[in-house]
């Protein structure tokens, strides 16, 4: 009887603890390049509050960096980054819903294995085509065919297809969560009398809850951290939102933050001003706002997660 061979044992053992620190070098540069990017903001966004009153900023209701009198209240950005989540998520929570829905509970294997990537490919448009596309198609068509003043810049093609790029993130995930209900909870309706329809709303739709939360709350978190689109189509106009007419807030030229951040990264503005040092504490409010939304998608999904055996 032949006796085992363990002689390779030693390398298979250094070649696996090699692996190991290869990937928690991985993890811990994807940490170091987190937290270098935060306290880059946070180390310019003080020496911006130092010049700066953080009051003032946060409740300040005119934006104007560089042109006299200078303001840096950040309202009017985030009106205007406002204005776009709510109109991109007009487009995309329904159709992207409405979209997982399908693929999850009508669509056969083989139209699903076709559906499904072709819906994500729009997640690989550069979102520069995008912009663009919104400045040169879909503003015309807009002005030719709703009766209304829309500027050449305007928030709502910026919104539209915003809410067209995030389309594949909403279905792609709610479609998951979907797809992870058990099919012990359709047959049991079906076996009442329910119909697909019924089955789909009423027992998938809430069985799968968390995991469409979840899914509207990283979409969104997309949008508000869109730039080329918003740089392209929305035009540079910071404004506050018009209470008395909130709908006509999508006709005119805003700017959102990420607009604001990239006019001020590529103007010809002195480094150390505080004109330059507000990018910082721009991003840094936008980074706290995403921050923030996706820590409570974390906890939604957490609080209601159903948990199947």
């Known amino acids: 009887?032949?006796?085992?061979?363990?002689?390779?044992d030693g390398i298979r053992t250094a070649r696996?603890?090699?692996?190991?620190?290869?990937f928690m070098l991985c993890a811990l540069l994807s940490i170091l390049t987190t937290v270098a990017i935060i306290l880059t903001l946070l180390i310019d966004a003080v020496d911006f509050f130092a010049q700066v009153s953080l009051v003032d900023f946060l409740t300040g209701t005119r934006w104007s960096p560089t042109n006299e009198p200078i303001a840096f209240g950040v309202l009017p950005l985030i009106s205007g980054t406002l204005v776009i989540t709510i109109g991109?998520?007009?487009?995309?929570?329904?159709?992207g819903l409405l979209t997982a829905i399908y693929l999850s509970e009508y669509a056969s294997d083989r139209q699903r294995a076709y559906l499904k990537p072709a819906l994500e490919v729009?997640?690989?448009?550069?979102t520069v085509v995008y912009g663009y596309f919104a400045l040169v198609y879909v503003t015309p068509a807009i002005d030719t065919i709703l009766p209304v003043d829309l500027s050449t810049f305007n928030a709502l093609s910026a919104s539209i297809m915003v809410g067209i790029m995030i389309i594949p993130m909403v279905s792609s995930i709610s479609e998951d969560a979907m797809s992870a209900v058990p099919d012990s909870l359709r047959q049991a309706s079906y076996g009442l009398g329910a119909t697909k329809?019924?089955?789909s709303t009423?027992?998938?739709?809430?069985?799968?809850?968390?995991?469409?939360?979840?899914?509207?709350?990283?979409?969104?978190?997309?949008?508000?951290?869109?730039?080329?689109?918003?740089?392209?189509?929305?035009?540079?106009?910071?404004?506050?939102?018009?209470?008395?007419?909130?709908a006509g807030m999508f006709l005119d030229s805003i700017q959102p933050m990420t607009s604001a951040m990239v006019q001020i990264g590529t103007g010809d503005i002195v480094g150390q001003g505080p004109a330059y040092k507000s990018l910082f504490a721009v991003g840094l409010t936008l980074f706290v706002i995403t921050f923030v939304m996706n820590l409570i998608s974390e906890l939604v999904a957490s609080r209601y997660r159903e948990v199947y055996r």
């Open 88 to 95: 991109s998520a007009l487009v995309a929570l329904p159709i």
């Open 16 to 22: 696996g603890t090699a692996f190991r620190y290869l």
């Open 202 to 246: 009423s027992v998938v739709v809430p069985a799968a809850l968390s995991g469409i939360f979840s899914s509207f709350i990283l979409a969104l978190s997309r949008a508000i951290g869109e730039t080329m689109i918003v740089a392209i189509a929305a035009g540079q106009t910071p404004r506050m939102i018009d209470l008395t007419d909130p």
């Open 197 to 199: 329809f019924t089955v």
């Open 122 to 126: 729009l997640a690989g448009v550069p």
């Open 1 to 8: 009887m032949s006796q085992p061979d363990f002689s390779h």
